[in-house]
């Protein structure tokens, strides 16, 4: 891992549970996960009595935290036009 121009990544201080652990593994985002984009759902397609909660781009940065509890917007758009994701819990 210590290639020129590179840091080690492993810190210099730990917390007690990571002790004794290797260093660090970089890794790409892509290799771990993967990513999606969502459909664009727009204000003016949030309805109060919308069928399917939905939660809109903006509203992470205005809405929402880091951790999601609850869902405030839903929507009638049809599901085969939506991205739909599972309930992580």
Do not use: Q
């Amino acid at each position: 891992m210590n290639e020129i121009g590179k840091i080690a990544l492993t810190p210099k201080w730990r917390f007690p549970e990571f002790l004794g652990c290797s260093e660090w593994i970089e890794k790409h985002l892509g290799d771990i996960g993967t990513f999606h984009k969502g459909k664009g759902i727009s204000k003016a397609d949030i309805d109060v009595n919308g069928a399917t909660k939905c939660i809109r781009y903006g509203e992470l940065y205005t809405t929402y935290g880091e951790v999601i509890n609850r869902v405030y917007s839903k929507t009638n758009i049809p599901h085969s036009a939506l991205f739909l994701v599972a309930k992580m819990m």
